[in-house]
């Protein structure tokens, strides 16, 4: 209920700017934006489902999804600066997926951001669902509901904000503050020669009483012609109120020094993050961390090397990573930092044929510290990327990923390796 009120408020701000567009007059000519894109993916899997003996074959399937951007600017020199912004995604379960053709896709509409922007002096407040990236490896593509203060001055930038991770309540105890809230701090600095330095703090105060999980619920409905399929509502939170909730306040944070390369002879991006135990629902407070160099041989070809490392339970955002190890697409097998403590190395090659046509190969080789028979001791992936702009608003992707992942003895498991690729066509308009 609670997503279909946020997508039903998203749906009547953006249908109130559309309509106050239409009907006056713009006294300034500032734009009304009506934008968004479209995208649909045919991915196809070999050996991703597994049992203790063998792996399980190819298997392929369609995917899509549709996003309309709704962007408002309020008029008049009192509203300067003053704006509204929404993102609603049609046939999708939310804004890191898209929905595959499985017969329930025309029923999914799910909101990605929805807030407002307004100056209040040197700050710049915002308010609603943001999207406030920081980094791939710590939080990326990451929609909390928060109220934010930006502020700069010269080449400082901070930024405070607070946060609703979980709004509960029990019907036994309505009064007290049963919320999970977080707080924290983003602050960066622009050094000298296109060099920044930023950090990330944040403490999750976690009020909650009783646990939560989420189910799949779903109810028998029909078609136009008449047939019969089931209309499935996916995550629903559920409170369980026999099971006392593990509390997981804590602190976590991050800090990175990157420069631009653009203006660099090389580039270069170094990082580390923590996430305490109980942020992680782990027994140890995790810790990640990894340096990347690259460096432009010409205006077509870039090399780039990078090392890292995660450690007792963090995981990096689902953005961070390749084809097959991390990524945001559904070719990913995992993660980087699932399967164990890791460490890894990667070469990157990026060649610029044509102002068309750019081509990405990865090599990977991702060591686990693990012991236990029958879990990951090493994987090796070798993958490509090809991406071709049809226009300037239409382009074209192809991704292709090989993972050979070796298992420690003693369990029987399969070791065949992984095989996927992705054929994706994206429109902006």
């Given amino acids: 209920m609670k997503k279909v009120l946020v997508a039903g408020t998203a749906l009547m701000l953006a249908g109130s700017f559309v309509v106050q567009a239409q009907a006056e007059v713009n006294p300034k000519d500032e734009p009304r934006i009506l934008s968004g894109d479209a995208r649909v993916s045919y991915i196809g899997k070999q050996d991703y489902l597994r ?21 408002s600017t309020a008029w008049g020199k009192a509203t300067q600066g003053v704006s509204a912004k929404a ?20 029923t999914q509409v799910s909101v990605d951001y929805a807030y407002l922007t307004a100056p209040l002096g040197d700050w710049t407040i915002k308010a609603g669902r943001v999207n406030p990236n920081y980094s791939q490896f710590f939080s990326w593509n990451i929609r909390p509901t928060r109220l934010i203060a ?60 009783w646990d939560q999980t989420t189910k799949d619920l779903g109810m028998l409905a029909q078609d136009a012609d008449g047939n019969s399929y089931v209309l499935v509502a996916p995550k629903v939170p559920i409170y369980d109120t026999f099971t006392p909730h593990n ?8 800090v ?71 990524g945001e697409t ?55 990327i090809a991406a071709y702009a049809l226009n300037d608003s239409a382009s074209l992707t192809y991704k292709a990923g090989y993972l050979t992942p070796s298992i420690t003895s003693g369990s029987g498991v399969d070791e065949d390796a992984y095989f996927a690729h992705l054929v994706r066509l994206n429109i902006a308009f």
């Fill in 150 to 209: 930006n502020y700069k001055q010269g080449n400082v930038d901070i930024t405070p904000f607070v946060g609703v991770r979980a709004e509960a309540s029990t019907e036994d105890d309505v009064w007290n503050d049963n919320d999970y809230m977080e707080y924290g701090l983003v602050a960066g600095v622009k050094l000298q020669n296109a060099w920044n330095l930023k950090g990330y703090v944040r403490y999750d105060d976690d009020k909650r009483e």
């Fill in 87 to 106: 993102r609603l995604y049609f046939d999708g379960y939310g804004f890191e997926d898209d929905a595959p053709w499985n017969g329930q896709e025309s």
């Fill in 51 to 71: 049992n203790a003996n063998s792996a399980n074959g190819y298997d392929d399937y369609f995917e899509s999804r549709v996003g309309v951007n709704f962007d």
């Fill in 330 to 384: 559904s070719t990913q097998v995992l993660k980087v930092g699932e399967g164990g403590d890791l460490l890894f190395g990667a070469l990157v090659a990026k060649y610029v044929v044509s102002d068309s046509l750019t081509l990405t190969g990865n090599l990977l080789y991702a060591d686990f510290d693990n012991d236990a028979a029958g879990t990951l001791d090493s994987a090796i992936e070798v993958s490509g």
């Fill in 247 to 254: 509390d997981r306040s804590g602190v976590i944070a991050d």
């Fill in 256 to 326: 990175f020094l990157n420069n631009d390369d653009a203006r660099c002879d090389f580039g270069f991006h170094a990082e580390l993050a923590y996430k305490s135990a109980d942020v992680q629902g782990t027994e140890d407070d995790g810790l990640g961390g990894y340096v990347q160099l690259s460096k432009k041989m010409s205006d077509q070809f870039t090399p780039i090397v990078l090392a890292g490392m995660t450690k007792d339970g963090y995981v990096a955002d689902n953005d961070f990573g390749f084809v097959m190890v991390g």
